[in-house]
């Protein structure tokens, strides 16, 4: 997960523990680097990002 405000999650990477157990240092750096980035935006940079296709909702009803 990136980051959570309120009601929503920014989810840009998820793995099976099974199959790695951590990020490595420079993966967990550009992460870092991703979400300041993505707060940045607020939610009309999101909605642009959504409509150009930068970035993709995944919707879960669970």
Known sequence: MLFRRDALARF????????????????????????DEMLKLGEAGIGAALANGTITDVVCDG
């Open 12 to 35: 840009v990477y998820g793995f099976a523990k099974s199959n790695r157990e951590n990020l490595r240092r420079d993966e967990l750096l550009a992460f870092r680097m991703l979400a």
